[in-house]
């Protein structure tokens, strides 16, 4: 159960980052997590450089075979020897000033986890319309109150006590280039529609395409 009385000494923190084959970004990555107590890596098999480059950082490697993102970031846990912790992809960044934010923050607070905005970088520049420009997700937590993830997806976090809001934001450089950005639709849409049969949704037609593609282009286009 969680301990409402904070601890004497300065709060230490773990960063977790998943990787898989991620040997150009997880460099500079890391480069932003050296404030930190403690770097986990949480492999799936990486076969290029990530590991390594990854060990020469001074972080610590966890391979595992969880299929899910989920299974993927509840494998690091029993690997924490901190008291918050911190999930990171490796294609994003943590800003001096988001660091030295969180540092103040997790020494006095009643919150148990924090949500960051993250800005969303496209092809080099941050997309400031449309929708993609900024989204909020949950990843600083304070361990001892910390239960789990789940989804198969699009993991969600469970954690008891309440969940406090980072005012800097955090930096996510998602598709890098047209075949990165190619890449990921075509891996999400497999993931997701895989997802949709198991559900029992019905098959989609030529008409509710359609209609689902101009909607969307009205949502991101005109509001």
Same mark, same amino acid.
């Given at each position: ?42 492999? &799936? ?5 990530? #590991? ?33 912790? #911190? ?19 997790? +020494?006095?607070?009643? !919150?148990?986890?924090? &949500? ?48 406090? &809001?980072?005012?800097?934001?955090? $930096? !996510?450089?998602?598709? *890098? ?7 990921? &639709? #075509? $891996? ?8 949709? !049969? ?6 989609? *037609?030529? *008409? ?10 009205? +949502?991101?286009?005109?509001?």
């Amino acid at each position: 159960m969680y301990n409402r009385n904070m601890p004497h000494h300065s709060p230490t923190i773990t960063a977790v980052v998943l990787t898989y084959n991620e040997a150009s970004m997880i460099v500079n990555c890391l480069e932003t997590l050296q404030w930190c107590d403690q770097i986990l890596i949480v492999d &799936s098999g990486s076969t290029d450089m990530t #590991i390594g480059l990854a060990e020469r950082a001074g972080a610590k490697v966890i391979k595992t075979k969880e299929e899910t993102f989920a299974g993927r970031r509840n494998s690091a846990l029993q690997h924490m020897q901190t008291d918050w912790m #911190i999930h990171i992809d490796a294609d994003e960044r943590v800003t001096p000033a988001l660091a030295r934010e969180i540092q103040k923050t997790i +020494r006095n607070t009643p !919150h148990t986890g924090f &949500s960051l905005r993250r800005n969303n970088i496209h092809y080099g520049k941050w997309m400031e319309h449309g929708g993609w420009e900024q989204d909020v997700v949950e990843r600083l937590f304070r361990i001892d109150a910390f239960e789990q993830w789940t989804g198969e997806v699009h993991e969600s976090p469970h954690t008891s006590g309440t969940i406090g &809001s980072l005012q800097q934001s955090l $930096v !996510h450089l998602t598709h *890098r280039n047209v075949v990165d950005g190619l890449r990921k &639709s #075509i $891996v999400w849409t497999g993931i997701e529609a895989e997802l949709l !049969h198991a559900a029992g949704h019905p098959p989609v *037609r030529p *008409r509710t395409l359609f209609r689902k593609t101009i909607m969307e282009l009205v +949502r991101r286009a005109v509001f």
